[in-house]
Structure formats: structure tokens, C-alpha cells
């Protein structure tokens, strides 16, 4: 996980279910630092300060904004939002797949996560377990839990139960 940059706690997780990412500077932060600042009337960013987008057109306007920026968590957070067609954008698997190698080549190992789920799966691209597991390993080496757990799954589903339970433990 990662830890909120506001109380410096640990976020669990899945960090999805436990956190919320701001679309003004894209910075997780734990929904108890969301709640306490709802309950304290704060109508802004609780991290930067920022007002939040109204609506859609001006959250994907702030969003796009990070993009030209070559911030890899926004390049991430614009290819999840063309991958399930949000925001008022039109679902596209491909862009999605383009925004998410971006994004991992800047780095962001969340983004080697979700090419390789997009190749395991198929979804997007030419489904690819090989190149999955390829991607999968990469991402594990930089500390992805989910990757390694995917590993994992991937040698017990080969027969190869030591190695299966080496990247369970890991994870």
C-alpha cells in the first residue's frame, strides 16, 4: 500500500476501497482525511486546497491539464477512465493501453500492473499470458503486491506449487 499524505497513515488494501483521489493534484488520500474535512465544511481539496471540478467536463479538463504534465498518476487515472468509459469519454481499450505503457515507462508500477491484466485477460489487446506474467514480474520486482500475488496464482495454476507459494509469502 501507500500511506496518506495528509495524517501519514498507512492506506490498506485494496487502496481503491480505502482511499480517494483528487482530481486537481492527484494525490490519494485516506477517506478518513476525506471525511474529517467534509465534516469540517472544507468544499476543497483537502491536500492542495484546490476547489473540486462541478462536473464532468471540468474534472477531465483538470485531469488532462496533470496529463501535459507527464504526471504518471493522472496519465494512469486518464487510462482507467477510457478503459471503462467515464467521465462522458468513450470507452477505448486501446488509448487506454497507450496512456497505461506512458505511464509505466514514467514509472508508476500501478501502471505495469494494469498492462498485464490487460494481456492476461485479453481486454484491449491480444490476450497474452506470457507477456502478462513478463509484465507481472517487472512490477512485482518494484514491490506490487498484486502482481506478485498474480504471479503466484499463475505457477500454482502450472503445477509449480513451490514457486506459487515463494510469491504468495512475498505478497
Known amino acids: 500500500g501507500d500511506f496518506c499524505p ?10 481503491e476501497d480505502h482511499s480517494v483521489v483528487n482530481a486537481c493534484c492527484m494525490k490519494g488520500i485516506c477517506k478518513g482525511c476525506a471525511m474529517a474535512a467534509l465534516k469540517r465544511d472544507m468544499n476543497d481539496c483537502p491536500f492542495c486546497r484546490s476547489p473540486f471540478p462541478d462536473n464532468d467536463v471540468d474534472m477531465l479538463a483538470m485531469i488532462k491539464a496533470r496529463v501535459g504534465k507527464k504526471d504518471p498518476v493522472a496519465i494512469d487515472y486518464l487510462a482507467h477512465k477510457y478503459f471503462h468509459g467515464e467521465l462522458g469519454l468513450q470507452k477505448d481499450m486501446q488509448k487506454a493501453n497507450e496512456l497505461w505503457a506512458e505511464a509505466a515507462e514514467l514509472g508508476l508500477i500501478d501502471a505495469l500492473y494494469s498492462l498485464g491484466l ?16 513478463e509484465i507481472y ?13 498474480n504471479l503466484g496464482y ?7 506449487h513451490d514457486r506459487a507459494v515463494r510469491h504468495f509469502l512475498i505478497s
Do not use: W
Open 137 to 149: 514480474e517487472k512490477a512485482a520486482m518494484f514491490g506490487h503486491v498484486q502482481s506478485r500475488h
Open 118 to 133: 490487460m494481456y492476461e485477460t485479453g481486454k484491449g489487446v491480444k490476450q497474452d499470458m506470457m507477456k502478462a506474467v
Open 6 to 15: 495528509i495524517c501519514t497513515q498507512p492506506i490498506p488494501l485494496p487502496m
Open 154 to 160: 499463475y505457477e500454482g495454476q502450472r503445477g509449480n
